[in-house]
């Protein structure tokens, strides 16, 4: 959910959802930005591609564009393919599985600099970073 103000804050516009998750499949840690040319990204993962009562947690990174003060939204999966966040180390301070604190979004002119952790099976190397900038498709 995103809300916006016109007039320094004093006023905010009521939220609107910026994903495409349905409803009741949760999306969480969110980064939002703005950049050079006053287009808003939101960046997220969400579950909308887990299948119920399975062993994993099917987990997806997106990007989400508005081009129009957020009035509409264009969408970019940014994993490619799922991932299962299970897959990554359990974090006990934070009472399950944990993909680190190392996500974010920034603007490099007019395009997006997305930068976040999935998870893998690799043993060795449970997750990795990855950095990829994106533009209005």
Do not use: C
């Not at 989400?64 to 940014?78: K, N, V």
């Not at 299962?84 to 009472?95: E, G, L, N, Q, Y």
């Not at 603007?107 to 190397?125: C, E, K, M, R």
């Amino acid at each position: 959910m995103l809300s916006k103000s016109t007039d320094g804050g004093l006023t905010w516009s009521a939220p609107v959802k910026v994903s495409d998750n349905p409803v009741g499949v949760d999306a969480h840690t969110p980064s939002v930005e703005v950049n050079t040319t006053g287009q808003v990204a939101v960046a997220y993962y969400d579950y909308r591609n887990d299948v119920p009562g399975d062993a994993a947690a099917t987990t997806d990174y997106w990007n989400t564009i508005s081009s129009d003060g957020g009035d509409t939204w264009t969408e970019q999966h940014l994993t490619g393919s799922p991932f299962d966040i299970t897959d990554a180390p359990v974090a006990p301070a934070s009472r399950g599985y944990f993909l680190g604190d190392y996500m974010g979004l920034a603007h490099l002119g007019s395009a997006f600099a997305n930068l976040y952790i999935i998870a893998t099976p690799d043993t060795s190397n449970r997750t990795e970073v990855i950095f990829q900038e994106v533009t209005q498709p």
